[in-house]
Structure formats: C-alpha cells, structure tokens
C-alpha cells in the first residue's frame, strides 16, 4: 500500500464543548457525551489507585464483575433523563433541564444523507430556557401539552445548538404536528448500554474463538505479551516527530498483541497516533480505529485526510464534524455502484406499487406483490453489497467506540485495533472494539481525568477502572512507552505538572517553553500579562462558597475576580477567544456565563467545567477553584487528575484563583498553591474589586 502526504502535522482539532452554546451548564447527557464529557459531580473515589485495586484474571471474571455494574450504570442515567418515575414531573424535569418546553418549528431542511433536519426556538423569548441538552443527544418530539407517557412526534439527534436555537436530525420527518406549540424531551440513550451487554456476551462466548482469540488471554494476564524480534525499520510521513514519538512508533510496531501510549498533555499523542495508523497502513495492516468520543474520531479522519489512504467513518452523520462528511460510511455507499442499482430497484417498485393501487384484477394483483417481494430483497441485497464492499476496500475504519457495534462491521475482522483516548473510555466500551482484532494499541493518560461514571455504587465497584489504567498496572514498561516533549505549555506551567504527576520526565519544546501571553500580536506587556503563573487569594476577602438548588458549589465573590483579570487581559490586547476560565463546578460555570453575558468584551471567552475542558487548550486559562469555608473542606477538588487537567489547558498563562487557607489544608493542593507563590505573581483578590 503506498501512502503518500505532506509531512508536517495537522493543526489541532476546532473545540466542540463550548459550541453547543447551552445556556445553562457545560455538559451534554448521554453515555456518548459522558464518555467525553464529565459531570463533575462524580469521582469521589481516589481514582489513581483503582487500576490496582481491580484486577481480572479471566474474560470470565471480568464478565462477571462488570456485567451487574453496567444494570447499576444504567439505572443511574435513566434516573437523570424525563423518563424515569423519580422525574415523572414535567415541571421536575424542566428545572433539571431535560426538557425544553413551549417550542416552535423555525425551519425544516434535508441534509445529511437523507436526515431531516428541524430548527426550534422558544415561543417565549429569543433565547432558550435553562436546559442541558449537549449535540449528540437523543431526544423526542412531543405537543408541549402531551403528558409524559404520550407517544412521540418523532426521534432524532440534536445535531446544533445555540444560545437561541436547537437544531434536531430526524430519519424521518413527523408528519403533523409541527405547526403546534412542540417540547424536546432528552432521553436516556439505552442502545449503548445494550451494546455494552452484548459485548460481554461475546467476549464470555468468545474466549474459545473469533479474531481476539490470542488477544483476550494476554489482556487478562493469563499470557504475557510477544514481541517481534527484531523492530521494523520505517521512514516517518512526518518529518518533524522527536524522538520519543519515534521510539513509541518503533515499539507499537513490535509489540504482537498489545502497546500502550502514554501521552501526558501536549505531548502529541494524536499525531503520534496518526503517524502508527499510517506506517501500519504502509506495512499491509487493516484497521479499526476507534476513540470515545466522536470528535477524538473525527480528529483522527481530519489529520489522515491529507494522506492517500482509504479511510471511512461509521457514524450517524448528525454526530460528525461537516468537514469530514465526505469520509462518512453513508456518503460512500451513496456513491457506490450497488447503491444505484438498488435505487434503479426502488424506482421500479414505485411504479409497480403505482399499478398495484390500479389493478383491480387479484391474479394481476397477487403476481405485482410476488414481483415486489423479490424487488425488494434485492435492493436490500444491493445496499448490504454497498456497505460491505465500502468496509471491505477501506484502510482503516473509524468510528467510536460504541459505534464499533454497527451492524455494519458484523463479522468484520481487522489486523489492529486502535483507541485513542483510552484512559476516558470504560473498559467495556474498548471490548466492543477490541473483540474485532488480533492486536491492540492504547493511546491516553491514565493521569488526566477517567471516564464519568453516574452510579456510585458502580464506580465503587470499580467500574471506572480504564483498561488502560489495568494493563499499565498489569504490564507496566514492557507494554508503555511515554511521550516525554510536550509541545503546548510555557516550562513553568509544565514543571508543576512534570513534578506531581509525570516524575520529572516531561520537558517543553524550544518553540513553547518560553512563550508569553505579551508575544502574540497586538497583546502589551502588562502587570497582567507578564507573569506566567498568577495566584490570586481570595482569603479574608469575604467571598465564602455558596450551594445553588442542585446542591452543586458557587463563589459569587471569586466569579467576579475571575472576569474582572479576564476583562484586564482584553484590555491589554489578549483576544477573548484566546481566554478560558474553568472550574470543577457546574454551578459556577452558570453564574460565570451570566457574569459573562453582561460583558460585550468578554463574550468569546470560553467557560467550561474542568472535565469539559479535557483535550483542550487556550493562550490564557483562569481557574476558579470555589471552595471556601471555615470547615476547610476542598471535595473533590484534591482529586489529582483533575486539577492536572485544569493547569494543563493553559499555554501562555495560567492565573489560580482560591481561598489559599482553605485549599492549602490538602497535601496535594497546597504544594500547587507554594508552587505557583514560589515561580509566579501572588496578588489579593481585593485588588480586583471593579468589576
Ligand atoms: N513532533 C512535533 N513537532 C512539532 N509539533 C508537534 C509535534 N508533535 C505534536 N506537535 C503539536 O503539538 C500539538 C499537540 O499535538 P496532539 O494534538 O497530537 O497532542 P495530544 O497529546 O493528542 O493532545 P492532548 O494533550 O490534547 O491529548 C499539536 O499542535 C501538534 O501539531
């Protein structure tokens, strides 16, 4: 296979987690989203030693373990969606934000590959109601006076949203009803869960047989891992890989069963990813590629696009990034010869049925039937010839990981699966994709943020343990290589991190470790622009924590100095959208966008949860750490990976605003907090009262 490109590496990914643009909270539901996107009201537990704490040794034991959790999982999250008894209440359901009532159908559209595609606004005003709706989310129409239980209008996928408008993909368009005042229900998505099921019965049938058969024993243990006596040589499609890239590369193709990648943030894990799915592709390998998410995927498809290889994405298309349509499986069987045969057959059976209404003979009759019969296998024959023939012919195949459990890759078997994003993705999500492969590559940080998990009960249980995090205790150095030049962060944001988390080991490239909010065009070097690390202390200033109705945490007083340094930023010339504040709490991502929409300046800042934030990055990040109380109690804000993740976001600058008595009572925390005293500015939150 000859696989040809430019050499250097694609830009990174546009961000998805503000986009949906929801007036309310950061996150959207779903077990697609959670997957990506995390509530943080969750991970109580020490995650860091539960990899060791859960260990299998058989696909049996697993199965068994795991199988219940997955019942409790599910439970929880239909117990957050508007079916569940607990949320039977309209008006419940409405203020936790999984229905959007009194809408209004503003316009109706095909597109996507045959999708209809309905735009609703509020029949109350010109921005949306508080909900949490994210894109990707499956929802129902329903008449906004329907009771819970009536059936609905129709089913689809929020495909867009902003602050004034959702946007739904339906297969098939509601036949009336739509001149009504409409609501959107958000509803639990149990075809995962179904998926995740069935995975565990094939991997509890599939230990004796199927393409993982070698696979299966050595992820449990039972075999240890093989490797190629000698590396294979191989020249980079990019020319611009260092040489811990390099060595992983070299690894992953000598590895015979599994290689995890280790990559800590900014580290070019993803290019690291990209450049092993091409040198695969090179050396005869068909792949499955897989991520949790399906902007990790689609980010995998942007960056292989430039290079000659047949890559195609399985995916409903409503849930793919526009610029990559192209690649998507149902595009390409569109354009399949197959599929224009079984169009030529659909058009026949339309005249045929024509007829069939005119007859009135019934031996006429009964022979069109007969002919329709036939018709219609064949075209059904003929799309199912399509699909395959695409599948068959590609390099590689993305999709998520759920997505692996198309009907559509039924019986598929590849040489190598890989999983970006593997210490965000359940264990048994990977074995929906692991079970098609012979070999397997792991790509994540076992150090960021794990995947959500709803039920406590569950994650106590272990549910939460990545596979990732489980191989890296089981096989540790043998398997792993880690990449050790990140490419994002000036040296002084990145040495916290290299020092708590990554022993040391993590070094800043020349091009990024001395980079300066005050070197971007048209930003002045400023009090406020200068320092790398800034801790403002909001400690005796009077700006206590508060709880909202969800008993989720606020700081009114630390909102307001957060948008206050924000402001401070514009004005000395820092683009908004190059500034990010996050916080590990949702409540304080709502009153920040309210703080945030009496500011014109401000309003391309970007506002998120930690978990949201997860894979991005911004010039300048300011984290708002809420928890301030005469209890000194800090939650989960001690959680190492989290405040890994927050600190990590930033490229330029990081500015850490916190009641320093209250956070310092944490080991862990108030290393951070003399850390940031010791190599940046310390200020007073009382010197940012105007906002
Ligand atoms: N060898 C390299 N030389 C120059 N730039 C690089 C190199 N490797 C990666 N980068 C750049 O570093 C940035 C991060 O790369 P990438 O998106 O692959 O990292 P990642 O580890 O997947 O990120 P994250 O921390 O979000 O998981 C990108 O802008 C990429 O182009």
Known sequence: MEVSGPSSPAPPHPPDTEASGTATTAGGGGRDNLEAIRSPVVGKMERSKRGKACSYSSAHEFVSAVSPLIDLEKEAEIATSIGSAASKSLELAQKRGSVLPNLKCSDAQTGLMGKTLLEFQSNKGVVLPPHKFGTHDVVVLKQNNADTSAAPLGQGVVYRLKDSSIVVAFDEIPEDGLNNPLRLEKVANEVTYRRMKDALNQLAMDVQKGPALNLIPVLFGEKQPTFLKQAPQFTPFNKNLDDSQKAAIKKAMTSKEVFLLHGPPGTGKTTTVVEIVLQEV??????????????????????????????????????????????????????????????????????????????????????????????????????????????????????????????????????????????????????????????????????????????????????????????????????????????????????????????????????????????????????????????????????????????????????????????????????????????????????????????????????????????????????????????????????????????????????????????????????????????????????????
């Open 282 to 691: 090179k050396r005869g390998s068909k792949i499955l590629a897989c991520a949790a998410s399906n902007i990790a995927a689609d980010n995998i498809v942007e960056r292989l696009s430039s290079y000659k290889i047949k890559v195609v994405r399985v995916g409903h298309p409503a849930r793919l990034l526009p610029q990559i349509l192209d690649t998507a499986l149902d595009a390409q069987v569109m354009r399949a010869d197959n599929s224009s045969l079984a169009a030529d057959i659909r058009k026949e059976m339309k005249e045929l049925n024509g007829k069939l209404l005119k007859t009135k003979d019934r031996n006429a009759k009964r022979e069109i039937r007969k002919e329709l019969r036939t018709l219609a296998k064949e075209e059904k024959k003929r799309q199912q010839l399509a699909v395959a023939d695409v599948i068959k012919n590609a390099d590689v195949v993305l999709t998520t990981l759920t997505g692996a459990f198309s009907r559509k890759l039924d019986n598929c078997s590849f040489d190598l699966v890989v999983i970006d994003e593997a210490a965000q993705a359940l264990e048994v999500a990977c074995w929906i994709a692991l079970l098609k492969g012979s070999r397997c590559i792991l790509a994540g940080d076992h150090l960021q943020l794990p995947p959500t998990i709803l039920s406590e009960e569950a994650e106590k249980k272990g549910l939460g343990t990545t596979l990732f995090e489980r191989l890296s205790h089981l096989y540790g150095d043998k398997i792993t290589s880690m990449l050790t030049v990140q490419y994002r962060m000036h040296d002084l944001i990145m040495t916290w991190s290299s020092q708590e988390l990554y022993q040391n080991k993590i070094t800043a490239h020349p091009s990024v470790a001395a980079h300066t909010l005050y070197d971007l065009g048209g930003v002045n070097k400023s009090s406020s622009t200068e320092p790398t690390l800034l801790l403002i202390d909001t400690t005796g200033c009077d700006m206590e924590e508060k709880k909202d109705e969800e008993e989720s945490t606020l700081n009114e007083g630390e909102a307001e100095v957060c948008m206050s340094h924000a402001k401070r930023l514009v004005e000395t010339g820092v683009s908004a959208s190059d500034i990010g504040i996050i916080t590990p709490y949702n409540a304080q991502v709502v009153y920040l966008k309210i703080l945030r929409g009496n500011e014109k300046k401000l309003k391309e800042v970007e506002i998120s949860t930690v978990d949201g934030f997860q894979g991005r990055e911004k010039e300048a990040i300011i984290i708002s750490m809420v928890r301030s109380n005469s209890k000194r109690e800090v939650g989960f804000l001690s959680d190492h990976r989290r405040m890994n993740v927050a600190v990590t976001r930033a490229r330029r600058q990081c500015c850490l605003v916190c009641d320093v008595e209250t956070v310092s009572t944490d080991g862990f925390l108030k290393r951070l907090v003399e850390y940031f005293e010791e190599h940046g500015e310390y200020s007073s939150a009382s010197e940012y009262n105007e906002y």
